[in-house]
């Protein structure tokens, strides 16, 4: 059974669209997360929800709108994309202060 | 702010090499310290989680180490393998345990 999954793992879509990723976790975990990994393959983490709640935002510009329903999602919705939106997207999860499990990455291309 | 580097940003070495992998941190006060693996167009693998209040931590071929007052964890791997090439990642996690802070990872290969 996947423990973090993601959809989709693929996506290419033209400037100015809006798209949305799916993340959910079957851990039973508090925390998810959304990292970003951009073309240097820097990882850099986006937010952070512990129990639904937004916890942690790092300056990610407005047009990213994570969304938790419940623990055991967390979506990740980008408006108006531009071409410096191109990246790798991670989620994951944990207990707060224990191992972090990523999903195998969405891979956003924008033309 | 942390901060984490890694060094060396790649590496390569003959198959049944011991290696060590660096990686230095900032901010002391941290909770714990993760190293993971990156196989090319993969997400991450956990390898070794080491608490804030321990040195070290083991699995199989693999040790990882923790010097908090001096701010570095050193990743060692026994008898290298082709298998073992991958991207090697180290983060820090903040003391509230909900966010890791990434190195820029290396890059290593294990040639036969």
């Known amino acids: 059974d996947t423990a973090v999954s993601q959809t989709p793992k693929y996506l290419v879509t033209q400037m100015g669209n809006d798209k949305s990723i799916k993340c959910e976790q079957n851990l039973g975990h508090d925390t998810m997360y959304w990292y970003k990994q951009d073309s240097k393959k820097f990882l850099k983490i986006m937010f952070s929800y512990n129990n639904k709640e937004l916890i942690i935002n790092e300056t990610v510009p407005n047009r990213f709108s994570p969304k938790s329903p419940d623990k055991a999602h967390l979506n990740l919705h980008i408006n108006s994309l531009e071409l410096g939106d191109s990246a790798v997207y991670f989620c994951?999860?944990?207990?707060?202060?224990?191992?972090?499990?990523f999903g195998e990455g969405s891979w956003l291309t924008v033309v | 702010k942390q901060e984490v580097t890694q060094i060396p940003a790649a590496l390569s070495v003959p198959e049944g090499e011991n290696l060590v992998l660096n990686c230095s941190f900032t901010d002391s006060a941290i909770y714990n310290l993760q190293w993971f693996r990156q196989d090319p167009g993969k997400g991450l693998t956990s390898l070794l989680l080491i608490q804030s209040s321990q040195r070290e931590q083991t699995s199989g071929r693999l040790n990882a180490s923790l010097d908090k007052s001096s701010g570095r964890s050193t990743l060692y791997i026994a008898a290298s393998q082709p298998g073992d090439s991958a991207t090697y990642l180290c983060?820090?996690?903040?003391?509230?345990?909900?966010?890791?802070?990434f190195g820029g990872g290396t890059r290593l290969m294990v040639k036969p």
């Open positions: 994951a999860s944990s207990r707060t202060g224990n191992t972090i499990y």
């Open positions: 983060a820090g996690m903040n003391n509230a345990g909900n966010m890791l802070t």
